[in-house]
Protein backbone atom coordinates (compact mmCIF):
# COMPACT_ATOMS: atom_id res chain seq x y z
CA UNK A 1 0.00 0.00 0.00
CA UNK A 2 2.98 2.29 0.59
CA UNK A 3 4.67 1.58 -2.61
CA UNK A 4 2.15 2.50 -4.62
CA UNK A 5 0.79 5.58 -2.64
CA UNK A 6 4.59 6.74 -3.48
CA UNK A 7 4.31 5.61 -7.17
CA UNK A 8 1.60 7.30 -7.18
CA UNK A 9 3.08 10.94 -5.64
CA UNK A 10 5.92 10.55 -7.83
CA UNK A 11 3.84 9.68 -11.32
CA UNK A 12 1.71 13.38 -9.95
CA UNK A 13 5.10 15.35 -9.75
CA UNK A 14 6.51 14.01 -13.10
CA UNK A 15 3.11 15.42 -14.90
CA UNK A 16 3.08 18.11 -12.88
CA UNK A 17 7.23 19.09 -14.49
CA UNK A 18 5.79 17.56 -17.72
CA UNK A 19 2.97 20.29 -17.71
CA UNK A 20 5.18 23.11 -16.92
CA UNK A 21 7.54 22.30 -19.22
CA UNK A 22 4.98 21.92 -22.12
CA UNK A 23 3.25 25.35 -21.10
CA UNK A 24 6.39 27.53 -19.86
CA UNK A 25 4.55 28.33 -16.86
CA UNK A 26 3.35 26.32 -13.53
CA UNK A 27 -0.13 26.16 -13.96
CA UNK A 28 -2.89 27.92 -12.28
CA UNK A 29 -0.58 31.39 -13.52
CA UNK A 30 -2.52 32.87 -16.15
CA UNK A 31 -2.19 36.04 -18.19
CA UNK A 32 -4.92 38.16 -19.14
CA UNK A 33 -5.95 38.84 -22.90
CA UNK A 34 -3.71 42.12 -24.42
CA UNK A 35 -2.88 43.46 -27.02
CA UNK A 36 0.90 44.09 -27.82
CA UNK A 37 1.17 48.29 -29.25
CA UNK A 38 4.57 48.11 -30.08
CA UNK A 39 6.56 46.56 -27.39
CA UNK A 40 10.46 45.38 -28.23
CA UNK A 41 11.04 43.41 -25.07
CA UNK A 42 9.07 40.43 -25.74
CA UNK A 43 5.96 40.73 -23.38
CA UNK A 44 4.55 37.62 -21.96
CA UNK A 45 2.01 37.78 -19.66
CA UNK A 46 -0.12 40.67 -17.92
CA UNK A 47 -2.04 40.28 -15.02
CA UNK A 48 -3.73 42.34 -12.80
CA UNK A 49 -4.66 41.47 -8.94
CA UNK A 50 -8.85 41.82 -9.23
CA UNK A 51 -9.24 39.40 -11.98
CA UNK A 52 -8.46 36.51 -14.19
CA UNK A 53 -10.32 37.42 -17.40
CA UNK A 54 -11.03 40.22 -19.79
CA UNK A 55 -12.89 42.55 -19.34
CA UNK A 56 -10.72 43.00 -16.20
CA UNK A 57 -12.95 44.10 -13.73
CA UNK A 58 -11.81 46.76 -11.31
CA UNK A 59 -13.58 48.79 -8.27
CA UNK A 60 -13.82 52.24 -8.19
CA UNK A 61 -11.67 53.72 -5.81
CA UNK A 62 -9.73 50.74 -5.45
CA UNK A 63 -5.97 50.22 -5.60
CA UNK A 64 -5.26 47.11 -7.83
CA UNK A 65 -1.71 45.67 -9.19
CA UNK A 66 -0.25 45.33 -12.02
CA UNK A 67 2.15 42.57 -13.03
CA UNK A 68 3.83 41.94 -16.82
CA UNK A 69 6.31 39.40 -17.24
CA UNK A 70 8.45 39.62 -20.41
CA UNK A 71 12.28 38.62 -21.92
CA UNK A 72 14.88 41.26 -23.17
CA UNK A 73 18.22 40.27 -24.77
CA UNK A 74 18.87 44.26 -23.23
CA UNK A 75 22.05 44.45 -21.22
CA UNK A 76 21.14 47.50 -19.83
CA UNK A 77 18.15 46.52 -18.34
CA UNK A 78 19.18 47.61 -14.91
CA UNK A 79 18.32 51.35 -15.65
CA UNK A 80 15.55 52.86 -14.69
CA UNK A 81 12.49 52.35 -16.80
CA UNK A 82 9.60 54.51 -16.39
CA UNK A 83 6.03 54.05 -16.92
CA UNK A 84 2.89 55.79 -18.03
CA UNK A 85 -1.02 54.36 -18.11
CA UNK A 86 -4.25 55.42 -19.44
CA UNK A 87 -7.36 54.49 -19.05
CA UNK A 88 -9.49 55.15 -22.87
CA UNK A 89 -13.14 55.53 -21.60
CA UNK A 90 -15.64 55.87 -24.50
CA UNK A 91 -12.31 57.10 -26.73
CA UNK A 92 -11.19 59.77 -24.25
CA UNK A 93 -7.71 59.28 -22.68
CA UNK A 94 -7.28 60.01 -19.24
CA UNK A 95 -3.96 59.34 -17.14
CA UNK A 96 -3.89 56.84 -14.47
CA UNK A 97 -2.40 57.09 -10.98
CA UNK A 98 0.09 54.55 -10.84
CA UNK A 99 2.86 53.95 -8.00
CA UNK A 100 5.89 53.74 -8.44
CA UNK A 101 6.03 56.12 -11.48
CA UNK A 102 9.61 54.29 -12.27
CA UNK A 103 11.33 51.15 -12.23
CA UNK A 104 14.89 51.69 -10.83
CA UNK A 105 16.85 49.07 -10.98
CA UNK A 106 16.69 48.31 -6.92
CA UNK A 107 13.66 46.06 -6.99
CA UNK A 108 12.62 46.24 -11.07
CA UNK A 109 12.72 44.67 -13.17
CA UNK A 110 12.73 41.48 -10.54
CA UNK A 111 13.38 37.74 -11.92
CA UNK A 112 10.13 36.51 -12.40
CA UNK A 113 8.74 32.41 -13.62
CA UNK A 114 8.80 33.64 -17.09
CA UNK A 115 11.93 35.87 -17.32
CA UNK A 116 11.79 39.28 -15.95
CA UNK A 117 8.79 40.69 -14.89
CA UNK A 118 7.88 44.62 -13.16
CA UNK A 119 4.59 45.26 -10.70
CA UNK A 120 3.47 48.65 -10.24
CA UNK A 121 -0.04 49.61 -8.17
CA UNK A 122 -3.02 51.60 -10.27
CA UNK A 123 -4.91 53.85 -8.38
CA UNK A 124 -9.20 53.12 -9.64
CA UNK A 125 -10.19 57.04 -9.24
CA UNK A 126 -13.76 57.11 -7.64
CA UNK A 127 -14.42 59.90 -10.47
CA UNK A 128 -13.57 57.47 -13.42
CA UNK A 129 -17.57 56.51 -14.48
CA UNK A 130 -18.52 53.03 -14.11
CA UNK A 131 -18.03 51.59 -17.79
CA UNK A 132 -15.88 49.12 -20.19
CA UNK A 133 -12.93 50.78 -21.88
CA UNK A 134 -8.99 50.16 -22.12
CA UNK A 135 -5.90 50.39 -19.75
CA UNK A 136 -3.18 51.58 -21.83
CA UNK A 137 0.48 51.12 -20.23
CA UNK A 138 3.81 51.82 -21.69
CA UNK A 139 7.12 51.94 -20.31
CA UNK A 140 10.12 53.65 -21.67
CA UNK A 141 13.79 52.93 -21.33
CA UNK A 142 16.33 55.58 -20.42
CA UNK A 143 16.84 56.65 -23.89
CA UNK A 144 13.50 57.19 -24.28
CA UNK A 145 12.65 54.39 -26.09
CA UNK A 146 9.50 52.64 -25.75
CA UNK A 147 10.40 49.00 -24.51
CA UNK A 148 6.73 47.65 -23.42
CA UNK A 149 3.24 48.95 -24.81
CA UNK A 150 -0.27 47.20 -23.76
CA UNK A 151 -3.78 47.18 -23.93
CA UNK A 152 -5.94 45.48 -21.33
CA UNK A 153 -9.67 45.67 -21.89
CA UNK A 154 -11.17 46.85 -18.75
CA UNK A 155 -14.58 47.62 -16.64
CA UNK A 156 -14.67 49.90 -14.14
CA UNK A 157 -17.17 48.83 -11.62
CA UNK A 158 -18.82 50.41 -8.20
Not at 90 to 116: N, Q
Request: charged letters at 15%; one cysteine or more; proline letters at 6%.
Amino acid sequence: MELKFVLILKLMFVSLLYLQSTTGKPKGIRSLDFEDCGSSYDLISVRISTCETTPCQVPMGSIVQLTADFLTDDHDINSTLTHQANWILYSIVTPATISPEACDGDFCPFKSYEGLGFSADLMVNETLPAIKGSLYWRVKNPYNVLVMCFKVPISIVL
